[in-house]
Nanobody
Framework: QEQLVESGGGSVQTGDSLRLSCVAS??????????TGWHRQAPGKERELVAE????????EYAPSVKDRFTIIRDNVKNIIYLQMNNLKPEDTATYYC?????WGQGTPVTVSS
């Protein structure tokens, strides 16, 4: 059964860094033409795309609000997707979800205090 499990969220201060991880099981995304991405949803807001990496591994796409601060990394050997988040801001507070093809993780919360 295909499954995605995120981890690495937490409560931090403005300017801190976090690295989120998303472990995939039940399938090997490196062997399929799957795009991989991270999304987030803040309280009272719609879910939005944060970062996406196509199956070709070409240049990733980032939301303007996180560009130059966040980096999406995919490890096809370990079947893990990372989101490195630097210089975090209070507006980054949200639950973060990873997505591969049609599958979604359960989310990991991130809270950034000023």
């Amino acid at each position: 059964q295909e499954q995605l499990v995120e981890s690495g969220g937490g409560s931090v201060q403005t300017g801190d860094s976090l690295r989120l991880s998303c472990v995939a099981s039940g399938f090997t995304f490196g062997l399929r033409n799957y795009n991989t991405g991270w999304h987030r949803q803040a309280p009272g807001k719609e879910r939005e795309l944060v970062a996406e990496l196509s199956w070709t591994g070409a240049v990733p796409e980032y939301a303007p609000s996180v560009k130059d601060r966040f980096t999406i990394i995919r490890d096809n050997v370990k079947n893990i997707i990372y989101l490195q988040m630097n210089n975090l801001k209070p507006e980054d507070t949200a639950t973060y979800y990873c997505n591969v093809h049609i599958w979604w993780g359960q989310g990991t919360p991130v809270t950034v205090s000023s």
